[in-house]
């Protein structure tokens, strides 16, 4: 089991059906894999190597999932970090599991300093935003822009795919590791479960870096949905996203 198995099976059997929609941008997983596979090109160039860490520091976003899917195109293992975390804390869990690519989007991009100050094991940033690249950054779209497309490492299995942090309640939070056939059967067993639709429209609003937020995304891939992704949970964007995009399913935790 790989998790990238489901993009290449969308390019044979659904490339032209919308992968991503996220704030006015829209995607077909024709275009959604091109788009990992040069993301990870440039993650290979800037010196990316199997099995090296890659921090997520970000709000939801089609670039998020990039971010997810085009690091483990090139081999490596993600690393989502918390956005509710203060810097001392991120920079212990980049520490912890030796992330040393940090991609991180415009709301976070003020935390870029302390970060890369703080940090031991951070030496490569990449930045999603649509802003003025900040000093010291490379932008994800030039990446994008200035690669070809490079070969799928093909991890699997066994093969560490994630480093996912506990919430820390009663002491420091662990990374907990999880292989690529780890999230493949949950995301396999969630599906079977809840008897999910295939070609779904999936709207993703819980937050990404929390390991129901990362399944959602691999399922909805898995299944070849439309992934319907917004920053976060309001209700007002919660109800305008069902309405205008159709949305047939989505997570939410109940108050």
């Known amino acids: 089991m790989y998790l990238t198995q489901p993009l290449h099976k969308a390019l044979t059997e659904a490339p032209d059906k919308t992968a991503t929609v996220c704030q006015g941008r829209r995607h077909s997983y024709r275009e959604f894999v091109s788009r990992i596979a040069r993301l990870a090109a440039g993650l290979k160039k800037l010196g990316l190597k199997e099995d090296d860490r890659v921090a997520i520091l970000g709000l939801n976003s089609d670039r998020y999932a990039e971010a997810i899917y085009a690091t483990f195109w090139a081999g ?41 100050e703080g940090s ?8 999603t935003g649509d802003q003025e690249t900040p000093a010291g950054t490379h932008n994800s779209e030039a990446l994008i822009r200035d690669n070809e497309e490079a070969d799928d490492a093909l991890r699997s299995n066994d093969d560490l795919a994630a480093v996912m942090y506990t919430g820390g309640t009663t002491g420091k939070p662990k990374g907990v590791m999880l292989s690529h056939m780890n999230l493949f059967s949950d995301a396999l067993g969630s599906q079977a479960v809840a008897n999910m639709p295939l070609r779904s429209v999936t709207l993703h609003s819980a937050p990404t870096f929390h390991v129901a937020g990362t399944g959602l995304i691999l399922q909805g891939v898995m299944r070849h949905s439309t992934n319907v992704i917004i920053p976060m949970f309001e209700p007002k964007a919660v109800l305008e996203a069902i309405q205008n995009e159709k949305v047939i399913e989505t997570f939410l935790v109940p108050t």
Do not use: H, K
């Not at 980049?94 to 003020?110: A, E, I, R």
């Open 120 to 127: 031991r094991s951070l030496s490569t940033v990449i930045y």
């Open 76 to 116: 490596g293992v993600i690393n989502p970090v918390n956005i509710r975390w203060s810097p001392a804390e991120i920079i212990y869990s980049l520490d912890d599991c030796d992330s040393t690519f940090l991609v991180v989007d415009d709301t976070f991009s003020p935390m870029i300093g302390p970060l890369s």
